[in-house]
Structures are given as C-alpha cells and as structure tokens.
C-alpha cells in the first residue's frame, strides 16, 4: 500500500511537467495566457480578444479535467483542512469555475462595447488567477510532506517489520547449519566409533581366541601322533583347560557386545555386575555405590540400556588409558520441584588414575579438536543426548577422573 501510493504521487507531480504535446495546460501557462488577454483588451484589438478568451477558456476547462486536478484533491496522510487550497477547496466550484464564468462575461463586455463591466469581469479573473497561483504553491508543498510521510512510514515499515523478520531468519538459518554440522560430527563420529569398536573386537578374537584355538589345534595333533597311552593322556589332560579357558573368554567378548535384558535384571543389578566383571577381568578395584531407593519406573529399556552403555564405555577407558588401582560407580536421583518429572538422575564414574585433559569445558560442550584417543567421550556424549541430559568430564593429569551424566527423563505424550 505504501508503495502503491508513492506511484500514484510521483506520477500525478510529474504529470503537469509533462511537454506541451499533452495539451494539458498548468496554472503558469493559463496566467500567461490571461496576461496576452489583457494586452489585446488595452490596445482595442476585438477580434484577436475574442479568439484569444475563447482559447483561455478551453485551457481552463481543459485543466479542471486534468487528472493532476483530481489527484490534488485527495493527497494521503494529509488533515481534512489541509486538502482545500485557500478558501475554495477544488471539491466546490472554486477558482477555475469563478474564472471561466467571469470569462465569459468579459468576452460579452468587451464585444457588445461595455469597458466597465469587462474590467470588474478582468479584475475577477486576475484575483483567482492569483489565488489559483498560491494554491498551486501550497499543493507542491503538501506533496513534499506526502512524500515525506510516505517515506517515514516505509522506513518504520522496514525498521518495525522487515529487518526483524530477516534477523529472525538469519538466526534460524544459522541455528540449523550448525545442528546440521553437529549432526554431521556425530554420524561421522558414530561411524568411527563403529569401525574402531569392530576393530577391537576383530583384534580380541584373534590376539585371544584364534591363538588359544591354534595352539589347541597344535595339542590335538600331538594327540593323534601318538601312540604312547600316557603321553596323550598328558596331552589331552591339557587341552581340556585350554578349551575350559577359550570358551571362557568367547563367553566374555560375548558378554560385552550383548546388553543385559532389564525385563529380568534391574538396572541396578547389571551395573554391579559389570563392576564386578571388570573387576576379575582387569584386576582394578572397581565397586557400585547405586542409592537403595533410586526408583527407575520412568526410565524406558532404552534409555537404561543408554545409561550401562554409558558406564561400560568408561570403564573402558580405565581399563585402556587410565593405570587406576580403583573405580567407582555412582548412582542416585536428585528430586527437583523445578523439574517436570520431579526428579533428576545423577551418574558418576571416577577412577584415581593418571587422569588427562578433557575435550569438554564445564557445560559439556567440545572445546578441542576430537583425536581417536577421544571417540569414546563423543559417543557417551552423543548418548547422553539421547538421554535428554548433559555428560561432563573433570580431570586433570595425575588427578583422576570423574565422569558425571545428569539426565531428566521426559514424560511420555498419551493419546486423548
């Protein structure tokens, strides 16, 4: 709407300079015109007056049908008072009717031999020409301020409305390139982990079972080329606990890689569990502390499954990279009236090993470059995620290590 009125304004000011091709006349034309009138009316001259009149008369006429005149009468943003020019508004009659009618009759005067009555018809002419002249003054001046008020109000327009709306985009489209670019550094991180976890188990099949099972192999051959009694009962009484020891640690490699089922375990008692297992696996005092009255009743297979996965892959990394003589599992919730749920769930896993510097600041967030020494940190990171919740790690080199996850379990949405 403003910048359709601004069209309408520009081409109704620039239409009374257009070129006299247009035959549309402006008030300066029609008072020099009227002032030729008044030369041939001083010198006698009846038959050039007469054309003359009747001309200045079509040019009058021809300028109350102007679309310029039209347009004047309703110029925007301007008071009810301002919109009349002088004492007669162009929505009456005003000057240009007074003027043609006092035209005509100084053409009448002036032919039929009548000087006084053509004079007082002149001098009415001449005064609404005047005033005809300051009105057009004061329609060029109400324009400037139209074209003012029209340009204030697109500038609050696009102040108010337009750069709020581009801020607004601008911001969302940049909020969703960087979780667009986090994404994209966990799938690329989920996938290494992937690679590096199969790698693992690549390598713990054949550092431990196939050797075990080759040296089996070897055993049993012994066996068959035998044909000594008691050696092959010494042989075979030591490939019984070789095979005792190999289907021992296929059951532990299987243990790690499927999860417990909480549908007959509660995750209070996996978590033990697991302790326990790294405990005989690796040597390292390695205890849970799980609050007695934790209540676990919101918390899906899923979500708990998240939370032992979590705890398996820090026990991980202090078997791997931290040299502790001890490990310590925590549990407990936390009840928050601020919460939605009313309570807040609170792990801790903390060793006194030889500790390292974090590639998280104190909100949780990645502050260095992640190396492969770091996928597992990203992927309990991205668990915690899933978790709804915020993983942070507290360690220094020669100071331990602390694993904290505090996680809020959503309420689930029921159907109505």
């Known amino acids: 709407m403003l910048c ?16 006299p091709k247009n035959e549309i006349p402006t008030i300066r034309n029609i008072v020099e015109q ?19 009149v009747d001309v200045f008369r079509l040019s009058l006429a021809k300028f109350q049908e102007s679309s310029l005149f039209r347009t004047y009468r309703t110029i925007p943003f301007l008071r009810q008072g301002e919109r009349s020019f002088g004492a007669h508004p162009f929505s009456d009659i005003g ?3 007074l003027a043609l009618d006092s035209a005509a009759v100084f053409r009448d005067s002036a032919v039929s031999g009548e000087p006084e009555k053509a004079r007082a018809a002149a001098a009415e002419i001449s005064g609404s020409l005047m005033r005809l002249l300051v009105m057009s003054a004061d329609k060029q001046r109400n324009l400037a301020t139209s074209y003012f008020y029209l340009f204030a109000a697109l500038v609050a327009f696009i102040v108010i ?38 790698a693992r188990i690549s390598r713990e099949l054949h550092d431990a079972i196939i050797q075990d099972m080759r040296h089996l192999l070897l055993e049993t051959e012994k066996i068959g080329n035998t044909d000594d009694k008691n050696e092959r009962e010494a042989l075979s009484g030591k490939t019984v606990p070789m095979m005792a020891g190999l289907i021992r640690k296929t059951r532990d490699i299987c243990n790690g890689l499927i999860p417990p089922d909480f549908r007959f375990s509660e995750l209070p008692d996996a978590l033990r569990q697991l302790c326990l ?21 919101s918390l899906d297979m899923e979500k708990r499954l998240q939370v032992f996965r979590i705890v398996q892959e820090a026990l991980a990394n202090i078997e791997k990279h931290a040299e502790a003589k001890e490990a310590i599992v925590t549990m407990r919730q936390v009840a928050e009236s601020g919460q ?7 792990l801790g896993i903390s060793d006194d090993g030889r500790g390292f510097n974090s590639p998280l600041d ?3 967030r990645i502050k260095t470059a992640i190396d492969k020494s770091h996928i597992g940190i990203v992927s309990m990171r991205e668990r915690a995620t899933i978790l ?3 993983l942070k790690i507290e360690s220094e080199p020669g100071e331990g290590t602390l694993v904290r996850l505090e996680f809020t379990p959503q309420k689930k949405v029921t159907a109505t």
């Open 4 to 19: 359709l009125s601004l069209v309408v304004l520009f081409f109704s000011c620039t239409e009374q300079n257009k070129s």
């Open 388 to 390: 709804g919740g915020s």
């Open 161 to 198: 409305v337009v750069l709020p709306v581009i801020w607004f985009l601008h911001r969302l489209l940049t909020h969703s390139l960087a979780r667009e670019a986090e994404g994209t550094f966990f799938s690329h991180t989920y996938m290494l982990a992937q690679d590096k976890e199969r």
């Open 362 to 364: 104190g909100k949780g």
């Open 34 to 52: 009227w002032a030729g009138i008044e030369i041939l009316f001083a010198e006698g001259a009846d038959a050039a007056l007469v054309e003359a």
């Open 277 to 297: 297992d790294f405990g005989e696996k690796t040597g390292i005092d390695c205890r849970a502390e799980i609050d007695p009255g934790i209540r676990l009743e």
């Open 340 to 346: 939605a749920s009313g309570v807040v769930y609170c």
């Open 95 to 97: 000057e240009v009717t």
